[in-house]
Structures are given as C-alpha cells and as structure tokens.
C-alpha cells in the first residue's frame, strides 16, 4: 500500500471543498486560511494571516456577539460548538456561515499550546429562501387578516378548523386557538335555531363537491349573534373531499337594516290597513247618531206641523228634543275626537292653562252627563275625598272626565259607576271604576294606542280614540294614566296629574 501524504491530502480537500477552513489563535488571529475561506472572503492567506479574524471578516455590528462566544469556546476549551454568523467579504458582500468550532492542542508540535479549529458552511442561499419564505408568510398572514372577514381552512369531514384568519377574533370574540382546538368548535357556536340546517346544508353541499355559499348566526364570546355569510370550496382528493376553505363575512349590518326595511314595510301595511278599517268604522260611528237624530227632528216637526200641536204634551217634547240633543253631542263628541287625534299626531295639541279646581270640574260634568246617565240607567256616584287645585287645562281635563265616563257607561254592563277625586303627594287623582267586562291583562296596554280596542265593533261601537287622546292630554299634563281590571271584573282608570308643571312654557307652547 503507497503512503499518503497527510499534508497534501489536506490541501487536495481543501481545494475542492466548498467548505471554509480556518485556524485561529486563542487570541484571535488567523494562522490557516482555506481556499474555501479566500472565495467566500475574496481575502488572499497572506492578507488574513496574523488578522484578528473578527477585525476581518465580522461585519460591527456583530464583533461584540462573535467574540463573547470565541472567548467562551476558548475558556471553556469546547470540543464541539457551533455557531451562525455573518461573514463580511474584502468587497463588503455578506455570507451567512454556520460555523463549528473546536479547541485543538499541540497542532505545531507543542503540546501546551492551543488553537480554534473551525469549518465553515456557507447557507446564505438557504438562510435567503428561509426569509423569504417568512415574509411571503406573513405578507399572507397581513393579506387574510386585512380581508374584511375570517378566512378559514378546515377539514372536510371533521369540519374541524386548521386555519383562521385573526378577525375571527375580532368579529366573534373568541381567540383563534379555541376555533382550531376545540372539536366541532363551528357547529356549537351556531345560533342553536340555525344549527341543524346549516351544518346539514353544509354537509350535504361538501359530500356533492359542490362549492356553496349560506347564511347563518353565530353566537359571540359576549352573548350576541353575528349573521355571517360563508363562502365555501370543497377541495377534493380522488373524488373524495378532503378541505374547505372559505370565508365568512359579517353581514349583521345588512341583516339589521333589512330587518329594519321589513319592519317599516310591515308598519306602512299596517297603517294602510288601520286607515281603511278606521275609515269604515269612522263613517258608520259618524252615521249611528244621525238616524235617530234625524227620526227625532223629523217627529217634532210633524208634530209642530200638525193641528193638535196644542194638545202635545209638553214633556213629549221635550223627550223628542233632549234625544235629539244626545245624538248631537255624541256627534260632536265623535268629530272633536277625530280633530283631535289629527292634532295630536300632527303635534298640535295645543294646553291653556289656567286655576282649575279638580273636584268641582268633575262635579259639573257628571250634572251636565246627566241626561246621558238617565238614558243609560246606571247610578253614578262621585265622591270628592280632596279639592286638589292645579294649573291645567280646563277643557281638555274635561274631556279626560267625559270620555272615561262615556266608556264606564258604555262597557259597564248597567251596573254602577263609581267617580272619586283624591290628592296624593302633591298630585290629584281621579278614579273611575265600573263593574262591566273589564279588560283581559293583555289587551291592557293597547287600549291606550290610536285605534286600540279590546272588543270588536259588532260588539260596541267606538272608535278606539277616547283613551289615546285622555293619554296625550295626560301626558301633555306631565300625568299618568293606567288601568287595572280584570276581565268580567270591571275596570278601574287612574289619572294621576301634577298640580304643578315643570318647564310649563315648553310643554305649553
Ligand atoms: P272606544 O271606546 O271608542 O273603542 P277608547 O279609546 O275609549 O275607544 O277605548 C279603547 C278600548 O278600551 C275599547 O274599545 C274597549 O275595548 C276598552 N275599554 C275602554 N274603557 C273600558 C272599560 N271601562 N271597560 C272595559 N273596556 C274598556
């Protein structure tokens, strides 16, 4: 077998590695210097040997790193270290170089003294790819995160997540790990009604492989459901799917203004539809009086007309006159109403304040209903427990008076009618009870709408604005009006009204 010369197997491999080879005092300085270090330096040997070699080759920025750990792999006497890095050319060019490094002794012969072997591989390209790679990375990330709505990944048959675009986050509230680690994480925060027909559409448009779009509610990490709009493709392997991808966006915005659409539109039908129906009650309520009315006009006069008027009796008369003056105030009464509901709605309800004593008002109405109350045959007692005294409006509290009396004579089924007037911290009050149908709970609020009656117009006639306009004035009056009753019980209404206003101009004007 020939004998190799070490030396010059060295140099051979030296020449034809890409591989850097250097040695290094323990005080830095170059002693060996290889090829492969003159290429990747563009340094001959005999300018880098005796160099400091972080003087050299180590761009400053790095000097200080570099040469903490070449006194620790010193110190230490490392057999084995390794260590990135960036090495600076003669021309100024940057390489990255993973070096290894180890303490060698007795290389020139002395056994004491020590030098750093180490080799060098030059990854620039790799470390290249690797940043490039990153930034393609994260320009993805900021490219899904900027999109205006979850860009997501997830398993076609688990529906489990892989991927979520961080405004899952921001538009749901939950953080993105819980969507790629809790199982089934999409279908439990479906909106529970929507649950079953979403995931089954979803399924059934995954195993077609047909790429489907749907809306659906979520429920948000703080309670409130999200209408979001999925946009789906079903990625298949071997005819089989295996990923979606997709993208929610969040249309609760579109949704509400819809909803909203809807809702006005369903309020406009219903106003037209109130309108013609109180056209028409309007009309036969405005028509009711003028028959009997008309019947009574037309007796009288046949009797001024006729020979025997002299043996009419006096009392005949005057029934035929006060009927036909019932029918003609209660066709006032109907007409006033109506100019005020137009009033009110169109904010012209217009208060003349004055001293009114609550008691004494009260007192002349029921007088002056008298005819009205015989014609009905109810007894109707008013008992005056206080004389509260307060700046309202005379007429218009009368008319509160009027209308609820109308109402106790109307629905209270014959039986009596109780009217008291009290004075409670600083307010009045004034009670009407009867003891006819009463009002079911439900129907209770209504009542005080425009047009809202508990009871059909074959059963009474009315026109469903006597409470709304008592709770207007009430209101105007800074008051309260509320009902308590219970159906076949009767029905008690409360008015309570302030003595004294505040901002009264305003309220007023
Ligand atoms: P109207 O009597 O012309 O229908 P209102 O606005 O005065 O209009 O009353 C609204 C509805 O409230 C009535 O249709 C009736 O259903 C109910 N209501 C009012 N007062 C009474 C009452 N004293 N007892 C029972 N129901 C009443």
Same mark, same amino acid.
């Given at each position: 077998m020939p004998r190799i010369d070490d030396r010059r197997l060295i140099a051979a491999i030296e020449r034809i590695t890409p591989v850097l080879i250097i040695v290094i005092s &323990?005080?830095?300085? $170059?002693v060996h210097f290889s090829p492969g270090c003159e290429q990747a330096s563009g340094y001959r040997a005999e300018e880098a040997m005796g160099r400091l070699f972080w003087e050299l080759l180590v761009p400053p920025e790095e000097v200080a790193a570099m040469r903490a750990e070449f006194e620790r792999l010193v110190a230490e006497n490392l057999e084995k270290h390794e260590y990135e890095g960036t090495l600076q050319g003669k021309d100024g060019s940057r390489k990255w170089i993973v070096w290894h490094g180890a303490v060698v002794s007795g290389?020139?012969?002395?056994?004491s003294e020590r030098f750093v072997v180490g080799t060098g591989i030059d990854r620039t390209a790799r470390k290249e790819i690797e940043r490039d790679l990153r930034s393609s990375r994260e320009r993805y990330a900021e490219l899904m995160n900027s999109v205006d709505g979850i860009v997501w990944e997830a398993d076609a &048959?688990?529906?489990?997540?892989?991927y979520v675009s961080s405004q899952a986050e921001r538009i749901?509230?939950?953080?993105v790990e819980r969507w790629l680690r809790e199982p089934n994480f999409w279908a439990n925060h479906i909106y529970p009604p929507d649950r079953d027909k979403t995931v089954d559409y979803c399924l059934n448009a995954t195993r077609a492989l047909k790429s489907h779009q749907f809306e659906y509610r979520m429920v948000a990490a703080n309670g409130r459901t999200i209408w979001l709009r999925d946009l789906v493709t079903v990625v298949a392997k071997d005819g089989k799917p295996e990923v979606l991808r997709g993208i929610m966006i969040d249309i609760s915005e579109r949704k509400k203004l819809e909803e909203e659409r809807q809702h006005l539109l369903e309020e406009a039908h219903e106003a037209v539809a109130l309108r013609n129906d109180f056209l028409s009650i309007a009309s036969h309520e405005l028509r009711t009086p003028i028959t009997p009315l008309r019947l009574q006009i037309s007796a009288i006069l046949r009797l001024i007309r006729s020979e025997s008027l002299a043996e009419v009796p006096r009392e005949h008369l005057l029934r035929l006159s006060e009927i036909a003056e019932r029918q003609l105030s209660r066709l006032t009464r109907l007409v006033d109403n109506l100019l005020d509901v137009s009033r009110i709605t169109s904010g012209r309800l217009k208060l003349a304040y004055e001293e009114v004593d609550l008691a004494s008002l009260v007192r002349e109405v029921v007088e002056r209903f008298q005819p009205e109350i015989d014609a009905s045959q109810v007894r109707v007692e008013f008992h005056a427990n206080a004389h509260p005294v307060g700046c309202w409006d005379h007429l218009r509290i009368e008319q509160i008076v009027v209308n609820l009396l109308t109402n106790a004579l109307k629905y209270g089924a014959g039986r009596p009618v109780h009217i008291t007037v009290d004075e409670q911290e600083g307010q009045a009050l004034l009670t009407v009870t009867d003891e006819g149908i009463g009002i079911p709970m439900e129907q209770q609020k209504k $009542?005080?709408?425009?047009?809202?009656?508990?009871?059909?117009s074959r059963q009474f006639a009315g026109m469903g604005l006597g409470l709304f306009i008592i709770s207007q004035i009430v209101q105007a009056h800074q008051g309260k009006v509320e009902v308590k009753s219970e159906p076949g019980k009767g029905a008690t209404f409360i008015v309570k009204l302030p003595k004294a206003m505040e901002n009264r101009e305003m309220v007023a004007a």
């Open positions: &323990t005080e830095g300085r $170059i290389l020139n012969g002395d056994s &048959t688990s529906f489990c997540f892989h749901l509230g939950y953080p $009542i005080f709408d425009r047009f809202g009656r508990a009871v059909s």
